[in-house]
């Protein structure tokens, strides 16, 4: 059963930073891209940012560039999002996701991803 299970969300004042992670299981996800997306509440889904397999490519929603950074730990089949300088505009379910096939190239929309997380609560106290 491939699975993707988020942590590191919490509560954070505005400024601060928080370290998400995504664990991979199931399947190596390894020749995969993997994506970051947020949903704040009344929203739709929207791309943060993604990663190539090899990590050698990322792309970030302009909103969280210079801010965010997405990397990724093949051997252990694990992603991270590592959020600095967060804003209360950043509160939000945070979801890992994984391509679906072995595509080398960024992918942005959600139709794009096959696998997805449960998700992890970040909130931003102003």
């Known amino acids: 059963q491939v699975q993707l299970v988020e942590s590191g969300g919490g509560l954070v004042q505005a400024g601060g930073s928080l370290r998400l992670s995504c664990a991979a299981s199931?399947?190596?996800?390894?020749?995969?891209?993997m994506g970051w997306f947020r949903q704040a509440p009344g929203r739709e889904r929207d791309f943060v940012a993604a990663?190539?397999?090899?990590?050698?490519?990322?792309y970030y929603t302009d909103s969280v560039k210079g801010r965010f950074t997405i990397s990724r730990d093949n051997a252990k089949d694990m992603v991270y999002l590592q959020m600095n300088s967060l804003k209360p505009e950043d509160t939000a379910v945070y979801y890992c996701a994984a391509a679906g096939s072995s595509i080398g190239i960024i992918l942005v929309r959600r139709d794009e991803y096959a696998y997805w997380g449960q998700g992890t609560q970040v909130t931003v106290s102003s």
């Open positions: 990663i190539t397999w090899g990590g050698l490519h990322t």
């Open positions: 199931g399947r190596t996800f390894s020749s995969h891209t």
